[in-house]
DNA sequence: GTTTTTTATGCAATCGATTGCTTTTACACG
DNA sequence: CGTGTAAAAGCAATCGATTGCATAAAAAAC
């Protein structure tokens, strides 16, 4: 009826009762007459009482809201995670706040501070690429907020964690690439302080090593995220004295940009050049040729991050729970030679 | 140090004084000694004091947050409307919770109780699938809180929207796959129920009609969305007797899955089959043939829903705004018959 | 019919801020 | 020295719930 909601309080006055008698009733709490309990709940239900979550937070010290800092929402990969920390943080009643800090560590500050001043139980980062310090997340600590990093991690802190064996399956991924007859690897990568870059690159000179190829810097694209020319770069490759016989890309998106790159200039794949991706975008198998790929569980990661979020609100978990969830290499046609030269 | 944050009365029983001097020093209210400011503002950063929202937000009756309801997180087209949204809201210093109903309507009907329990300030709303009432709605009016549908609006509901010209479009890209040649338009579309779909279908319909086609139900497919089986589709289409000679699809992802299927079975696009998608995915650019589409505003969408939403939240919109965003028509090799016949 | 026990309810503090009103303090002026 | 006034600080209510403790009412025991 007026603007505001209604609360016990209007409850109790109108059924000429106590506060505390309503609260125990609706909590189903013991001790109330079987009466008073129905009547109360008759009208609640009349007026459509809710109780209100804000007081309630207030006296319970806890908000029942967990916060996520992920570095673009509209990157697939995050947008998985995302979904897959909604699903399991909404099944055990949890809602989520979700911020992006657009690749900027000092909106990722930002962010962290508007959530820590809600109030969040819990927090889920996954760290701009821009982020190569760790002391804005003091305050985390300081105040003892459960956190877990997930997929970007920050190397120097030792919390809870959910990652992929990114080392592993770009160690697999390039040694596949080799054996399917290729010696002259690029890679376009992300920024060294990254994890997940540093891994994945790690991997990839690895199985150079172990295979005897030697690290060509001229095969090595740093990639600057948005700002990139992936038309540029891959000019850059195809130009080259000695031109890659494969492209191995930080993301499908790139991989198919490249693709569509190369076959203009009337190059062949995976003949001329192998194309290996990163993530499986559902779009990746309806490309021509279709993309090879690393299948990277966006949706689990997110899953199990928040899990092992929840665990720890619960009080779970003393020491930092880390979790590696596996990638696994997907064979398509962008890196076939074998068959295709068979062909 | 402690576990619990530093709170007001802390500060008022180390500098001795009272909790309302504190407060007053700390918004900088007038009426305090220069001298006491300068003892609180001192303290209050040595021990990192940070008001806590939750008592501020029952006290100011608002949370400074806006509740999102999404089909899905993990849509490209609501991944970006999202992000607008974040953009927008936290620029006037607002956090975002977003839910997703997962096309579900009683998902929906569950996550907006949620956000309304949450006293979210106000709301965004894309409706699901399934949603084919509006009762469940009606809560929002009842306790007057600020919302605005975006692209999914409930067609019932007199409520601001923001909306893109989903008829004008249909029927402009129809109108222009015929005069391209084509005289068998296919499409493959969602619900009648959904505003989108409606409109984009009467659209579709009108162009028909406009131009003395026929419509042939056999080319019409309703998409069931996840369960779709879209090369089950695609060959019923192929394999009609007449088959069609364009098909308009309800988004990127579906019409290049169909390019895909369609090339596979030998026949040329756009010379056999013009594809037309919508949405404009970054990918679309490089497929073959670059699909043509319509570009769907997303990020544009959610911005201008939040800050309508933002400025009911203000009070200072009366009456339901309705905005309606242009849409256009990006045309690229999958549709340019003309061009591919000259050939 | 009184005492004891059980059952049901109410009072008031609490969570952490804000804020209208009162009170104290200080200072100026007659 | 008393009084008026302004400046500074405190008191207590408020937001909407929960909950320990006190109390009232009803039921049981003697």
Redesign the pocket.
Known sequence: MNN?????????KI?????????????E?????????EKVLALARKLQ?????????????RTNTIGVIIPETENPFFARAVSGIQRAANQAGYNVMVCQSSESCRTEESNLKSLIATRVDGLLISISRETDKSDHFDAIFQKKIPVVFFDRICKTLDTAQVTTNNYEIAFEATQYLIRQGCRRIATITGPRHLYTSFNRFQGYMDALTKNNLEFNPDYLLLSDFSKDNIEAYTRHLIDLKEPPDAIFAKNDLIAIEMMHIIKKRGLSIPRDIAVLGFNNEPISRFVEPALSTVDHPAHDIGAASAELLLSQIKGENHHPVKKTIKSSLLIRESTERLVAIGN
């Open positions: 505001h909601s209604v609360t016990i309080k209007d409850i109790a059924l000429g009762i106590s506060k505390s008698t309503v609260s125990r009733a609706l909590s709490h013991s001790d109330v007459h079987a009466e008073t309990r009482y809710q109780p209100n979550a804000i007081a309630l937070n207030l006296k319970q010290q």
